[in-house]
């Protein structure tokens, strides 16, 4: 482990700072939200491993395990309900025994090798063996934030086991024992630099809210300034000085709110914020111009089922693929493609009425098509398809943007509810004959 990687932890666990104290009392919160996934699953595999060890293993001591490794689960799990209402003592207890639990979960997981599998039984020290490994990857992954529990975690599960098979005489087992001294520490060197990427990304995160609480405050000091600057001419050369300086302070800190706020962290394109500051800027300017302004709603079909089967991550790499085809498919310098929120995107096309937006929505919809992702569990094709609502109109000086957004957003909801993978504006929907726009006059 290096230097600097151990220097870093020191300085996130140590740090006497507001921001650093946030992060460590957050990690907990971040934790505990495995509390359902890990009760189910530990009651799955515990099952199944009972069944293979009943054949050989005493009754009664089977069922003793296998009430007490649920238990530990089911101790989790109450916490993950409590935790959100505890106090803030309370909740540091609840730490420690979430830990603890989940390090006395290993050794009754090391128990199960020494008890119910003997060294003639293949069959149960493989599955055993199999199941250890599998737990400590998952262990690493979903509790990587509580660093103490998960290499506690490790050194109980582990430890023990390499040591009884070093010392068991039989080669292949001292193979078996010296493999798990590989993986012991290259899993612990995983879970460190998981942590310090975690709490890292959780510090910034923080001090993104923390420049936003702070520009806040510049603004009101500026307001305050300029208040002061009428009442009292006296100290007028004073307080423009003041007032200039507190300005530059406000500019600095509205820049590097703008780069850290203006795009979308998972798909690098523009975000709500962004799309909204646009479109208001967008919808003066056609006002002025009296030139029509074209919105299309992108949003992804069965997104969830998809989710649901392929995992998360898959579903963030769907989104961030989305993401490209819709800046690949936008060929001026004004148009914006931003993520709207969840699977729903926004297209925003100045100078361009209802017929040429449909085109666009029509070159996106088969560039997708194109793409090929699987969505086995869509109800509408076996590859990923996603449904369009377009809008067009001219502001006027009696309406609002809100009014592109909600026509936009009514032909999405007619483009879903008539079967999806589709394009609707107008109230005709893509595939059929398209009728007149009437949003665009």
Known sequence: MSGGLLGELLDIYTRDDALYARARRWRFDAVVQHGPTDAFGNLVISIVLAAIFAGDADRSALVAWLVAINALSLLRLVIYFAHARASPAARARMQTLFSLSLV???????T???LFAPADSITNRSAVLIWLAG????????YTLLLEAVLGFLAVQLVPLAVALMLSGDRFWQLVAIAIGIFLP???MVAVRNNALLMRGAITAFEKEQLAEALEREKSAVETLNAN????????????AELREAMARAERLTNTLERLSSLDGLTGIANRRRFDQTLAREWSRAQRSQQPLALILCDLDYFKQYNDHYGHQAGDACLRQLAQLLERSLRRGGDLA???GGEEFAILLPNTDVDQA?????NIREALQQLGLPHESSLVAQVLTASFGVAALVPG??????????HADKALYAAKAAGRDRIQRAGAARGGPLQPDNLLH
Do not use: G, K
């Open 104 to 110: 006395a979960h290993a050794s009754m997981w090391a």
């Open 112 to 114: 199960a090798f020494f």
């Open 135 to 142: 737990c400590a990857a998952w262990v690493v992954s979903a």
């Open 186 to 188: 290259t899993m612990a």
């Open 229 to 240: 600057l009428e009442a009292d001419l006296e100290r007028r050369e004073q307080i423009e």
């Open 338 to 340: 931003a993520r709207y």
């Open 358 to 362: 449909t085109a666009v929505a029509e």
């Open 397 to 406: 000086n009696d309406n609002a943007p809100e009014l592109l957004i909600e």
